[in-house]
């Protein structure tokens, strides 16, 4: 039998607040990012799970903030929770391989292209395993198409913002490309939305796993005392507000090699020795 679903029991107000959740998770991640690749090797691997961890977070809260507005009628959904919870997981880990790529190997080329590749497969992957720990008196289908255009404008999604964030453009720039990715996420969760049609069973057994209200506060409390954990980490880095950039990895910094070359060598003691009577004022003399 076929359902009705229905993805805005409270109009616009799940999709704008999905929307926001997004752009939060989009703006701290992609300022982590732009930050690791503008500091020293050491504190790279930090700011780069920092910035995994935001929008990892900041997407897998707008897909149930958005959720808590779909309703199938005459079918309660309820929710698994350990699959609810691994989506998280996968959201994380594998937006994380992605930026790691790009915050290693660079914003451009290959690397750029195999990073924005990963995270917006980890965006599409978090979507649908969350749709797959829905519990209701039914079953899901979906249009092949649809699924797999959703899966590109993810990918599209992740690659631009990856690329944004590579372009040391100042803090605007960062926050209109956090717009962008905000607006492609949740565009590509409405998009898996559309490709879906709901399959009632004619049984009428109640369906087991936790109620939306149930998962509700440890959902929202979560990830957005992370996400507020993040953006104060954030806020209280001026080269974050200001854009300027940072100081270099070690190892490029400008300087005397500690093993020059022999006539460079030479060159620097011939210098040295000369200094102090090149400086020398006639009443000194």
Sequence with gaps: MHGTADGFSYGLVTPLVAYLMACLGGALGLRCTTRAMRVARSWRPG????????????????????MTGFTVAGAPIHYDRPMTYASLG????????????????????????????????????????????????GKFEYNTLTVGVSV?????????????????????????????????????????????????HATGSPSAGDSPTDLLAPMLIGPLA?????????????????????????????????????????????????APHEHRTPQNR
Excluded: K, N
């Design 47 to 66: 700011w780069l799970a920092l910035g995994s961890a935001a929008i990892g977070s900041g997407i897998w809260t707008m897909h149930f903030v958005a």
């Design 90 to 137: 996968v959201a994380v880990v594998m937006v994380g391989v992605g930026i790691f790529i790009v915050g290693y190997r660079g914003a451009a080329g290959t690397a750029l292209f195999t990073g924005g590749t990963i995270t917006g497969l980890g965006i599409a992957s978090m979507h649908y395993l969350g749709m797959a720990g829905m519990r209701f008196d």
């Design 152 to 200: 590109a404008v993810a990918m599209a999604a992740a690659t631009a913002a990856l690329w944004a964030a590579g372009q040391v453009r100042g803090f605007l720039w960062s926050v209109g490309a956090s717009l962008v990715m905000g607006l492609a996420v949740t565009g590509m969760h409405y998009t898996g939305m559309a490709a879906l049609s709901v399959h009632l």
């Design 226 to 274: 992370f996400l507020c954990l993040a953006g104060v980490v954030v806020l209280f880095d001026p080269l974050m507000a200001t854009g300027r950039p940072g100081r270099g990895p070690a190892e490029h910094r400008p300087g005397v090699p500690a093993h020059p070359h022999p006539v460079a060598r030479a060159r620097l003691r011939t210098r040295r020795r000369t």
